[in-house]
């Protein structure tokens, strides 16, 4: 396997070598291909990502990314957009699952939900214009996405309680509405049990009743809202891994950004990268490393070596590394 490897900016260069020491530990035949995309690439030489950047991740299997910063800068092209877009990778998989001993905002800790967001349409469209005094973006949701996402999310479904939940905005917006009708159609004929939410009640909902969920699938914006959000239900941004999903290809990344404001402290935690990277192991059907990565995480938390957002006051190299030795041992 090829994995292209990208620590893009900020915490980024943190949190990627440290998932890159716990994936090295584990001793696989996986080939890394470095690659520097993003805004640092962008200040140096004026682009984030070229034609040649783009056939290297098509050469790869799939892909470990960290986080890139994206300035307002109206001339400035969204790698991630790009590349999500490029690589037609349209299932963003959010797991949302509290990691024993840690709580978030509501103190609950039985609840284990997955979003599933469409990555390639919606309010992402890239479809823009901005003049003086208006600007327009133009939402777009198509049948073939609609009906593609919904599919993903019944098969995760199957695999787990055979329900979803849709959220969507149907009572607003047009364009929901042909969401909404697209995933009731699949889910009916894939035999899952389906419900639908507006998406304000539904973020009331998943702060309070987060157990009352389990497979949600909804459009771009809705989904990117609704998992930052929901970090705040397992304790920390920097604990939320994720996966974007194609008929070809994969890309794995923690939810988080680039973190501006912590870069460089050497103070992010690289959880969020440690299971996008388990994630991957998962996808590449390496399931026993794979449990065992999450083993090693469980094992960091019940020793009480962690990062500051989690009430502790290890470094992210200091939580790497002890991953990394527990797997050694374990292997
Ligand atoms: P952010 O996710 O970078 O940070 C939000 C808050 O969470 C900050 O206070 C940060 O310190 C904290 N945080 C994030 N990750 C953490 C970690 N691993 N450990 C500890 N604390 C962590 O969001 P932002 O500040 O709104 O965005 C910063 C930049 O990142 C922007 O340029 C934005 O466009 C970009 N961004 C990139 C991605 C991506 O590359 N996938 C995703 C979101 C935002």
Redesign the pocket.
Same mark, same amino acid.
């Given at each position: 396997m090829r994995v292209a490897i990208v620590e =893009?900016?900020? +915490?980024?260069k943190e $949190?990627i070598p440290a998932a890159v020491e716990v994936l090295d530990a584990l001793d696989l035949p996986i080939e890394k291909v470095p690659l520097e995309l993003g805004?640092g690439k962008w200040e140096k030489c004026g682009v984030a990502i070229d034609e040649k950047d783009l056939e290297i991740l098509k050469s790869c299997d799939c892909v470990l990314? =960290? @986080?890139?910063?994206? %300035?307002t800068d109206p001339n400035y092209k969204s790698v !991630?957009l790009t590349i999500r877009k490029e690589l037609d990778m349209y299932a963003n998989i959010r797991p949302i699952k509290p990691l024993p001993g840690l709580v978030g905002v509501t103190g609950k800790n039985d609840f284990d939900l997955v979003i599933v967001r469409e990555n390639t349409e919606g309010m992402y469209s890239s479809i823009e214009e901005i003049h003086d005094d208006v600007a327009y973006t133009k939402r777009v949701v198509s049948r073939k996405g609609s009906e593609r996402i919904a599919r993903s999310a019944c098969k995760l479904a199957k695999d787990r309680k055979n329900e979803i939940t849709i959220v969507h905005k149907s009572n607003v917006l047009k364009s929901d509405t042909l969401f909404l009708g697209v995933c009731r159609e699949v889910a009916a004929s894939e035999g899952v049990e389906y419900r639908d939410m507006l998406v304000d009640a539904m973020a009331y909902s998943l702060m309070s009743y987060p157990e009352r969920y389990d497979v949600v699938v909804t459009t771009n914006l809705f989904g990117d809202i609704l998992s930052?959000m929901s970090a705040a239900l397992v304790g920390? !941004? =920097?604990l939320v891994p994720s996966a974007n999903i194609g008929d070809k290809y994969a890309f794995f990344? %923690? $939810?988080? =950004?680039? @973190? %501006?404001? +912590?870069a460089g402290k050497g103070? @992010?935690? %690289?959880i969020? @990268?440690i299971l996008s990277m388990k994630m991957m192991l998962e996808w590449m059907g390496y399931e026993r490393e794979a449990a065992l990565v999450e083993s090693a995480v469980e094992f960091s938390i019940k020793e009480n070596i962690t990062?500051p957002?989690l009430g502790g006051s290890s470094s992210t190299s200091d939580v790497g590394k002890l991953m990394a030795d527990h797997i050694r041992n374990n292997l």
């Open positions: =893009g900016d900020g +915490i980024g $949190v805004y990314f =960290g @986080a890139i910063t994206t %300035p !991630l930052d920390s !941004l =920097g990344e %923690p $939810v988080h =950004g680039s @973190a %501006p404001d +912590i103070i @992010a935690n %690289p969020a @990268a990062t957002d």
